[in-house]
């Protein structure tokens, strides 16, 4: 446990943040908790969590404030929203916002926070449900280096690779980068198991021996693999992946660039959205190729 740090507020408890949540809970924090949904939030609270009606409530009193939730208007909502965090955190306190967001939302948020006395961090992760599950996250941080050394330990408890990426907003540019690359090596999984399969060849001896050579990625062997298999289930919704490479293409522009790739396929999953797919997982990409 932190020195600093003993009581927490987690804010955002579904399939990853009530996973890195029970880690926190689990290394003797102190928890307040909110989520929209409140019976996702029943297994923290039979473990020893507080509910609390709204965000602001819960970061009353709390030494840092933690959120995990889906899009940046449910970041800008909770808060800078009138019942947001924000508005019950303590001056001191800490806050990090560890979902996938908006650069420039992360550096307004710091921006207010700064007004209030209050430290704020962007702290995106990558891992999936498995790092959540397991605690071994990679966790992207921007904001001080003084923020960052108090909230260290904190992280630590969620994630194995814990880095601090430069001023406010350079984590969640840092998670940009990341879903870039994400994003080709998934779509040329996909298209080699596509691939593979009209030619006849055995998949799954192909995602071996492909694996292991150059070819090889996490999303080739961990990712578009289950797909092939059939199973669908997600360890990181296609809508939520969506949204990503949204923020990504929008980051990209801002900086003068035109990325080709993310943007196409983006397009591709934006289409799969629609059918009705987006609460697959993003190995549903691989569904593009099978119509």
């Known amino acids: 446990m932190s020195d600093q740090i003993k009581k927490i507020g987690f804010i955002g408890t ?3 943040g009530g996973a890195m949540a029970q880690h ?7 928890m307040q908790v909110y989520n929209r949904t409140k019976e996702k939030a029943d297994q923290l609270v039979a473990g020893g969590a507080v509910w609390k009606d709204t965000p602001a409530a819960c970061a009353e009193g709390m ?5 995990m939730v889906g899009y940046p208007k449910d970041v800008e909502e909770i808060y800078l929203g009138q019942d947001g965090i924000l508005a019950g955190a303590r001056p001191g306190a800490y806050v ?5 967001s908006s650069p420039a939302l992360a550096v307004q948020i710091a921006e207010e926070a700064a007004k209030k006395g209050i430290h704020a961090l962007d702290a995106p992760v990558t891992g999936g449900d498995i790092g959540a599950k397991a605690g071994t996250l990679t966790i992207l941080v921007g904001g001080s280096q003084a923020d960052f050394s108090a909230m260290a330990k904190v992280f630590c408890c ?6 601090l990426c430069g001023g406010p907003g350079a984590g969640q540019h840092m998670k940009m980068a990341n879903q870039i690359a994400v994003a080709g090596a998934l779509a040329g999984a996909c298209e080699a198991i596509s691939y593979a399969k009209a030619a006849g ?4 001896k192909m995602i071996e021996m492909v694996g292991t050579g150059a070819g090889g990625s996490f999303q080739l062997t961990k990712v578009a693999s289950r797909g092939a298999g059939g199973d669908f289930d997600p360890g990181f919704m296609l809508k939520h992946f969506v949204k990503d490479l949204n923020l990504a293409n929008e980051a990209g522009q801002a900086n003068g660039l035109t990325l080709d790739i993310t943007a196409r396929i983006r397009d591709i ?15 549903a990409l691989l569904k593009h190729y099978m119509k």
Request: no cysteine; charged share 25%; proline share 0%.
């Open 158 to 163: 969620m994630g194995t690779n814990v880095n």
């Open 201 to 204: 060849l055995d998949v799954e």
């Open 14 to 16: 579904g399939i990853m």
């Open 269 to 283: 999953a934006s289409g799969l959205e629609k059918d009705g797919l987006g609460t697959e997982g993003t190995q």
């Open 24 to 30: 926190l809970l689990d290394e003797g924090y102190e």
């Open 63 to 67: 030494d840092a404030v933690i959120s």
């Open 96 to 100: 990090a916002d560890m979902t996938t």
